[in-house]
T-cell receptor, first 113, second 114 residues
Framework: NAGVMQNPRHLVRRRGQEARLRCSPM?????VYWYRQLPEEGLKFMVY????????ESGMPKERFSAEFPKEGPSILRIQQVVRGDSAAYFC???????????FGSGTRLTVV | KNQVEQSPQSLIILEGKNCTLQ??????????LRWYKQDTGRGPVSLTI?????NTKSNGRYTATLDADTKQSSLHITASQLSDSASYIC?????????????FGRGTQLTVWP
């Protein structure tokens, strides 16, 4: 069981480019959650997805950010036209039904230059 | 407003000593409270999880307490080791959203010196 896999671990983008962050949940997990951690800040909830459905996106900025969890393949967090303020660590977690086995990945550190 | 406050913000102790970290929350309705350990550059790893009816839970040298009436929790670390150096995060889940939203404290940065 490889755990929650996030890639890339580090991502550097110039302002205006797109960033794509990937998260493969633990085997058997069908719930995925994305969090953002700014320097010196706690993790902030962004979005909660199940396969092919967005359940709760109340923590995600309305513009430039989108997330998906397709039937096949990893969950993707997409940030369009990145700005310096998007620089942060983005963590993904997955769980089974009822929140069982809630586990975090190691995160993707996005740096916008 | 649902919030989780932790204290102290940072703490330095000598190897072998004990320490206690504090967490106060205002999250409602309450579902459970978790303590996580986050090593630098890594994702959070769960240490303990407690529901409303539990007031203490241990995991090796880590012991968490919960007072649901005063909405306070503590994490006690016994006989600290150098590997305990990390950020310790208090996380509270509510019952309001579909599966329970997690609210994170900012963490206490613990440094253990030899």
């Amino acid at each position: 069981n490889a755990g929650v896999m996030q890639n890339p671990r580090h991502l550097v983008r110039r302002r205006g480019q797109e960033a794509r962050l990937r998260c493969s949940p633990m085997k058997g997990h069908s719930h995925v959650y994305w969090y953002r951690q700014l320097p010196e800040e706690g993790l902030k909830f962004m979005v909660y997805l199940q396969k092919e459905n967005i359940i709760d996106e109340s923590g995600m900025p309305k513009e430039r950010f989108s997330a998906e969890f397709p039937k096949e393949g990893p969950s993707i967090l997409r940030i369009q036209q990145v700005v310096r303020g998007d620089s942060a660590a983005y963590f993904c977690a997955s769980s089974g039904t009822g929140g069982n086995g809630y586990t975090f990945g190691s995160g993707t550190r996005l740096t916008v230059v | 407003k649902n919030q989780v406050e932790q204290s102290p913000q940072s703490l330095i102790i000598l190897e072998g000593k004990n320490c206690t970290l504090q967490c106060n929350y205002t999250v409602s309705p309450f579902s459970n409270l978790r303590w996580y350990k986050q090593d630098t550059g890594r994702g959070p790893v769960s240490l303990t999880i407690m529901t409303f009816s539990e007031n203490t839970k241990s995991n090796g040298r880590y012991t968490a307490t919960l007072d649901a009436d005063t909405k306070q929790s503590s994490l006690h670390i016994t006989a600290s080791q150098l590997s305990d150096s990390a950020s310790y995060i208090c996380v509270v889940s509510d019952r309001g959203s579909t599966l329970g939203r997690l609210y994170f404290g900012r963490g206490t940065q613990l440094t253990v010196w030899p």
